[in-house]
Structure formats: C-alpha cells, structure tokens
C-alpha cells in the first residue's frame, strides 16, 4: 500500500511539475503570441515532428480558442492596438512558409474567422536551413518539405486573415554574419516580399530565435516596426516591440498542455 502511494505521488509531482496546471493564469489581458510552424501529420521517424502539429490537434486548437471567446489578431495589428485589445487576444504566428500552412491550416483559421502572421522565408525552396544553426542537422528534411510559391503566398495576403511577415531572405543564422549580410539579409526581404504581395511588410521573426542587439537595430533600420523571438513567455504591459516573447506549439503537446501553455506563457515550473 505505501509503495502504491509513494508511485502515485511520484506520478503527481511528475505531472504537477511538467504541466504547473496549478498555478496563476498571467493576467488575461496581457496578449499571447503563439509559435507554430507546420500542420501536418507527423513523418515516422522524423527529426523535427515536433514543428509538425497534426490537422486534428490544430483544430481542436484553434476551436478551443474560439469558443473561449479570444480575440484573434495579426502581428501588425497586435502592436497598432496594444492596450486597447479586448481579454484574451491571441496573435498564431507560422515560421518560414510551409505549403501546409495554405493547405491545412489556413481552412481552420477561414472556418473560424481566425487571423494568422506566416514569416515568409524568401529564398525557401530546396533549402535545409536546419544545419546553418547545427552542422549535423543534415538530412534535408526541411528542404524536403514544400513550401510555399509566391502565388500562394499573395493568395493569403489577399485573404483578410494572414499577415504576411519576414524571415530573412535565406533563414540566416544572423550571428554569423556581418553587419552588412545582415542588413542584406533583413532589407532584401522586406523588399522582395513587399513587392511580391504589393503590401508593406512590417513584421519580422528572428531565425532560430538566434539574435543580437545587433541585429534588433539593423531589423529598425530595415523598416521592422516588430519582432517576434523564440524566448518563451508573455510579455508585459509596456513591451519591447523588436523582442517579443511567444509561447510554443510542440507537434506533441496535447490539448491540455495546450491550455497550461496559454495560461502561463510556458511549459511547466
């Protein structure tokens, strides 16, 4: 009998620890900035299924969203309106222009009115920008997965619910290069993007979460009026609008993680 009970709160505390779905929500009125990047079913055996949120769970995601009354808004739209959004507004960001994005995600967020920011990489195709942070990523399932055309991606700049953002022209590893790549990297972007949906792009996503302070004044002097980065959290009253925090969507979390995460910006203790 002790021994059941020693196993029982050995599972507790494991739960109680991982999910801390005890604690606080952050005050409701703070926004929450959500991380996706693909949804899709997972790959057997795959590296990176946890960027890979399955279609189901997306849904279950995005309906739970809305039947709790949140707000839905785009990036641009988050920072014009800080302050003055209603209780629980919620900003769903996708990294780096995954086909997956229009083909399965963008039908939920239609169904439900749900507004979205996709980070457009510009020169995404046929690309592992995987080993440009670590050199043994190598297998090329990035580059493998489709992303994308630039058709497509007018079509959802056009839609009334995505926002189109930037994510470097070649998803740089923005600490490896000088300060003139990096402008490159930045001011080329917002450019081509621009031109390519005949819009101005004002939101941008450091690859990799990887950045410098650097790198927050050179995305100013590029034309960025926001940044989001990949340190987990939800930011305060009065933010720093070139290093916004977001809260991950894992391809593993379930539901209820889900609900911890929005609750306190994080997984967990």
């Not at 209603?86 to 996708?94: H, M, N, Q, R, S």
């Not at 972007?189 to 390519?196: F, R, W």
């Not at 009065?238 to 995460?261: E, T, Y």
Request: glycine share 6%; net charge positive; with cysteine.
């Amino acid at each position: 009998m002790i021994y059941i009970l020693i196993v029982l709160f050995i599972l507790l505390f494991g739960f109680s620890y991982k999910y801390a779905w005890w604690k606080p929500a952050v005050d409701w009125n703070r926004p929450r900035i959500l991380m996706y990047h693909m949804v899709r079913e997972h790959i057997h055996g795959a590296k990176f299924n946890k960027l890979r949120v399955k279609p189901i769970e997306f849904e279950k995601q995005i309906a739970w969203l809305k039947a709790k009354g949140f707000n839905f808004v785009t990036m641009q739209e988050l920072q014009d309106n800080w302050g003055n959004h209603p209780e629980k507004t919620v900003a769903i960001t996708f990294d780096d222009g995954y086909l997956d994005n229009l083909e399965n995600a963008f039908p939920i967020l239609e169904k439900h009115q749900a507004k979205a920011t996709i980070y457009v990489v510009v020169d995404r195709h046929d690309r592992d920008w995987s080993t440009y942070k670590k050199a043994h990523h190598n297998s090329g399932e990035l580059a493998r997965e489709p992303k994308l055309s630039d058709g497509q991606v007018r079509f959802l700049a056009k839609s009334g619910l995505v926002e189109i953002g930037s994510h470097t022209m070649t998803h740089a590893n923005l600490d490896k290069l000088t300060d003139e790549e990096c402008l490159q990297e930045l001011g080329q972007s917002k450019q081509q993007l621009e031109q390519m949906i005949d819009q101005l792009v004002t939101s941008f996503a450091y690859p990799f979460g990887i950045y410098s302070q650097r790198d927050v004044e050179l995305a100013k002097q590029a034309g960025y009026r926001n940044a989001v980065t990949t340190k987990e959290g939800i930011d305060i009253a009065q933010p720093d609008f070139m290093q916004l925090q977001r809260i991950k969507i894992s391809g593993k979390d379930s539901l209820f993680a889900v609900k911890c995460r929005l609750k306190l910006g994080q997984r967990g203790l």
